[in-house]
């Protein structure tokens, strides 16, 4: 018997044998990419991509499409031996996808692809002005961020004479040889390897001497610099300057910076002290219109998304606002507050709500992103919106972050890692703190440099070396994307589940607790007397708590207030957003009374942030992916003596000031 089962297995061994060689063999040699990075440049895009250490490919196919009839695809194929390739002749703004294939003797590999938006890098000069003298016109400007110009073109008609002005610092130019009371049109750019910048224009009559240079034709609270025209005031030396704006307010600085709160026609008087004490005045009629715009759909050059949580933020210059979009990516886009037209986009694939923006004291813009799977943490350029750096961090990042008075950024993943970020070396990482948690909710910092990071777990305190100061002791669960608020020695926080917080930032003590049970609590505000605001989710209300804990006032406002926080006025109104019945809503500090109520249109699933031009400003979620930022002429003023908005002020640093 044994004979007979040895027999059939070896003839079983044998026909498997035999079978298995006679079978195709799969083919293992077709290695697709091991991985594929494109950067953008100016009309092109840069690919680079890294093999598998066993891939023998004979070459790799290069492709491209778009999604925008304005630009064509393509394709291209390199040597085996090329790791990198530059796509040239593409349109700037527009989003491409490109993917690269090895090709082997048996076939194609799998296609690995990854997207990018050529930008322009052709930078203009900006605040050109032309102050008219005698038969000249001197020209004024700033120079573009870049060291990629050559030179400066100046044209000037009539006569279309072209000057050529190869030194790239100057920022001043007179133009001699000029017919007074003949009006001149002044046209500049910056001539690039790949081209001119847009043109900048300006004009001036020589003869026709203004006393003032300043724009004529402004918006109601669009700033707008003023100065003296020192080709006109030539009586010997300035030792002092006044100013009547015409509209009751009055300056002494040599430049000032003025905004109008009404339409209508001001004459702006300058008078001119000079060293011998005798005086010179002039003046210059002002034109002050409306806004220019009420809403900005987040759709720009092939980039598209809507906003949840974050609020918009604004340059320290208060000219261009801020705002990242979450789904169906994190793109941040840079919004022109007169205009209402796009300044730049920074693209990011991935999701970023929760994460920023946050705009520091030199403009520069920081944005984190809920994707680990990408550098979570970016610094971009104001100017141009270009990346200055980039860091990746351990986990997803979902509390919005917060920047120190000495440029220290601090990020909170949903690890419950805090990061201190060392912002003028690239974003180095100084310090990191791990704690306890499997999510980040929130960071803030104290007038000392004292930073406090809530997450769903408690709420820790670290000096600005991260040495631990205290943890608060108990069940404190600090909601996921949230915010502290602070005033004087006092932390609040709102709490998953509901409710509010109060810690003593001295010590790490809880002073009292106030309780809710209807979902998650949202964005605590405080008022210049000590008050709380803060919203919860799922009653559909506001709260009003005094500084001892106890209720002032409790406003059920029947619309959903998911993500929503307030933005309070210099007159005692909160404002909010709701997401239910897309409305914004001004509640009376004193009451909860609701005083202020305008349709959106599309749902508010964000703080909202009064500007300084006085308007009330947020984001949106839009069909098709597509939000929008609304603005509403409400004619108010942001408290600025307490913790008034999510992120304690208009660049939502998150820090006491």
């Known amino acids: 018997m044994k004979k007979i089962i040895y027999s059939l297995l070896f003839i079983l061994t044998v026909v498997f044998t035999a079978c298995e060689e006679d079978l195709p063999k799969a083919n293992f040699d077709l290695y697709e990419l091991k991985s594929l990075t494109a950067t953008a440049g100016d009309m092109n895009v840069t690919l680079a991509w890294e093999a598998y250490e066993n891939a023998r490919p004979n070459e790799y196919l290069i492709l491209w499409t778009s999604g925008s009839s304005d630009a064509e695809g393509g394709e291209m194929t390199v040597d085996a031996k090329t790791m990198t390739a530059t796509i040239n002749n593409l349109v700037n703004d527009v989003a491409y996808t490109f993917s690269v294939q090895p090709r082997y003797t048996g076939g194609l590999a799998s296609k690995t692809t990854a997207a990018c938006t050529p930008k322009n890098a052709r930078y203009p000069i900006s ?19 870049s060291e990629r110009f050559t030179r400066y073109q100046v044209t000037v008609n009539p006569g279309n004479q072209i000057i050529n002005l190869d030194d790239t ?27 001119n910048s847009i043109p900048v224009e300006t004009s001036a009559t020589p003869g026709l001497i203004y006393p003032i240079l300043a724009n004529t034709e402004l918006v109601v609270w669009e700033p707008c610099a003023f100065a003296y025209n020192d080709m006109y005031f030539m009586a010997g030396e300035v030792k002092s300057v006044s100013w009547d704006f015409g509209d009751g307010t009055t300056s002494g600085e040599n430049n000032p910076v003025h905004a109008f709160a009404t339409t209508g026609t001001y004459t702006v008087a300058v008078t001119v002290t000079y060293v011998n004490n005798t005086t010179e005045s002039g003046s210059l009629a002002v034109t002050v219109g409306n806004y220019k715009w009420n809403s900005v759909d987040l759709n720009f050059g092939g980039l598209t998304g809507y906003v949840k949580t974050s609020n918009p933020v604004f340059s320290p210059d208060g000219k261009t606002m801020y705002i990242p979009t979450s789904t169906p990516a994190g793109h941040l886009f840079a919004i022109d507050v007169v205009s209402g037209e796009f300044k730049w986009v920074f693209a990011i694939d991935k999701v970023t709500y929760g994460g920023g923006a946050l705009v520091g004291s030199d403009g520069t813009i920081y944005q984190c992103v809920s994707n680990a799977s990408v550098n979570n943490v970016y610094a971009i350029a104001p100017t141009n919106g270009k990346q200055k750096w980039a860091v990746k961090l351990d986990g997803v990042i979902g509390a919005f972050p917060a920047l120190s008075a000495d440029g220290i950024l601090y990020c909170l993943t949903n690890k419950s890692i805090l990061y201190a970020l060392d912002v003028a070396n690239q974003g180095s990482i100084k310090w990191q703190k791990q704690l306890d948690g499997d999510t980040g909710g929130a960071v803030v910092l104290d007038k000392k440099g004292n930073v406090y990071a809530g997450t769903n777990a408690t709420i820790y305190a670290f000096n600005s070396k991260g040495e631990p100061l205290w943890t608060l002791e108990g069940d404190n669960k600090v909601t996921e994307r949230g915010a502290f608020a602070l005033n004087g020695n006092m932390l609040y926080a709102t709490l998953k589940g509901g409710g509010l917080v109060a810690v003593d930032m001295t010590n790490g003590t809880k002073k009292w607790t106030y309780p809710t049970t209807k979902g998650d609590a949202y964005f605590p505000i405080v008022d210049k007397n000590g008050n709380i605001y803060f919203t919860e989710k799922g009653s559909q209300t506001v709260h009003a ?41 001004g509640l009376d500090i004193t009451n909860g009374n609701i005083v202020f109520e305008e349709i959106v249109g599309q749902q508010v699933m964000a703080a909202v942030t009064i500007g300084p031009d006085k308007r009330l400003y947020c984001g949106t979620i839009g069909s098709g992916n597509i939000g929008a930022v609304k603005a509403f002429d409400i004619n108010k003023t942001l408290e600025t003596d307490s913790w008034s908005i999510r992120g304690g002020d208009i660049q939502g640093t998150n820090r006491q000031k």
Do not use: H, M
Not at 135 to 144: A, F, I, M
Not at 169 to 195: A, H, K, M, R, W
Not at 547 to 568: D, F, M, P, Q, R
């Open 127 to 145: 605040d050109l002005t032309a102050a008219a003298g005698n038969e000249r016109v001197r020209l004024r400007w700033t120079k573009p961020a």
């Open 169 to 195: 610092s100057l920022e001043e130019y007179i133009v001699d040889g000029l017919t007074n009371d003949q009006e001149y049109t002044f046209n500049v750019v910056c001539v690039y390897p790949t081209g």
């Open 545 to 585: 708590v005094n500084a001892n804990g106890a209720k002032i006032w409790e406003k059920k406002v029947g619309n959903n207030l998911n993500y929503s926080g307030g933005a309070l006025s210099t007159d005692g109104i909160l404002y909010i957003g709701t997401q239910s019945n897309n409305k914004v809503l």
